[in-house]
């Protein structure tokens, strides 16, 4: 069973930082790109950070860049997400995705909390 975890989220004042885990099981995602994705109250699931599986590039969501950095490690078959200078509108639930090879996001984490307070 392919199961994506996410950890490391909480409460944090305006301008300090988390750091986000993704830990997959069930198969490999050498190849595959993860992603993280959030979701604030009321309003639809957006996209913040992704990173390949060959090659590691990065590609970012305009209201994260220079704040966020994605990681991942493919022989622990994790994925982070660094989140510096946090603000009150980065709270959300983040959530975990893995894309399929040449396909959509087809797995899903269950989530984490983050909440910024100001």
């Known amino acids: 069973q392919v199961q994506l975890v996410e950890s490391g989220g909480g409460l944090v004042q305006a301008g300090g930082s988390l750091r986000l885990s993704c830990a997959a099981s069930?198969?490999?995602?050498?190849?595959?790109?993860l992603g993280w994705f959030r979701q604030a109250p009321g309003k639809e699931r957006e996209f913040v950070s992704s990173i390949t599986g060959i090659g590691g590039s990065t590609s970012y969501a305009d209201s994260v860049k220079g704040r966020f950095t994605v990681s991942r490690d493919n022989a622990k078959n994790t994925a982070w997400l660094q989140m510096n200078s946090l603000k009150p509108e980065d709270t959300a639930v983040y959530y975990c995705?893995?894309?399929?090879?040449?396909?959509?996001?087809?797995?899903w984490g269950q989530g984490t909390q983050v909440t910024v307070s100001s």
């Open positions: 995705a893995a894309k399929a090879l040449g396909g959509g996001w087809i797995y």
């Open positions: 069930g198969r490999t995602f050498t190849r595959n790109t």
